[in-house]
């Protein structure tokens, strides 16, 4: 299995920043993100409808171009994320994990033995026809697949050192919209409460040499991760950008056009 840039630099204590995608999963659409700058992206299979034939030829791009292709499965079982690193995924983003044991369930099922129980299933997509031998295989899938779980929940949050310590884990993801719906302040991101959770989540990470993460459309929710101490960081996904572009586009080129003659 190819180097996973994006595991490395996160290891080094470096940021990386990505974005996810629901419905432009067109393969150059892999090649297009690489261009614009980013470290990696994931197919948001958790609200949207991507089939494993989309995942897969996006996933074979984004390898061929240099950027790593994540997925966030729908639920943490092994039948979801077996396949889907099967079709070339080289990180798996895990939703709603409440507890330490749902953290060590979920490595279970990405990791081959002796780190997991991942079911052997190496496809030519992960290796490109240059396949060596089982074990050889398995401790590269190992190595350079990506494993990150989400803290989405009071639960999650109240457990999260639990879950930061479980082996193998290399970075938990805030949800911002779900946790803060979970602590009964939807939506307020300027909330004390809210940044007290993200330091939370933060400290955890650091403690055991992982990495904080969280996605947002907003930049300057962004910058004050960033600023404390959050290094997976996503901007946005297609359908906010597509939609924001346009509309800021439409807005300056109406304001272009010529006025109707006042009747």
Known sequence: MQKNT???????GQTVCGTSLEITLDPEMALLLKVAGLDFFFVDTEHCPADYHEIQAICRTARGAGII???RITENEPHLITRTLDVGAMGIIVPRVHSAEEARAAVDSIKYLPEGRRGFGMRSVI?????TNPVDEMASANRETLTVLQIESKEGL?????I?????????FIGPYDLTISMCIAEQFD???FWSAVERVVAACEAVGIAAGIQSPRMELLREAKRRGVRFLLYSSDVAVLLEGFRRAMAELKDALPKAAAQ
């Open 6 to 12: 994006v595991k490395e630099k996160l290891k080094a």
């Open 69 to 71: 292709p994540l997925v």
């Open 127 to 131: 290796h490109d026809f240059r396949f």
């Open 158 to 162: 109240s457990c999260v050192e639990q």
């Open 164 to 172: 930061a310590a479980t082996p193998h884990a290399d970075a938990l």
């Open 191 to 193: 909330s004390p409460v």
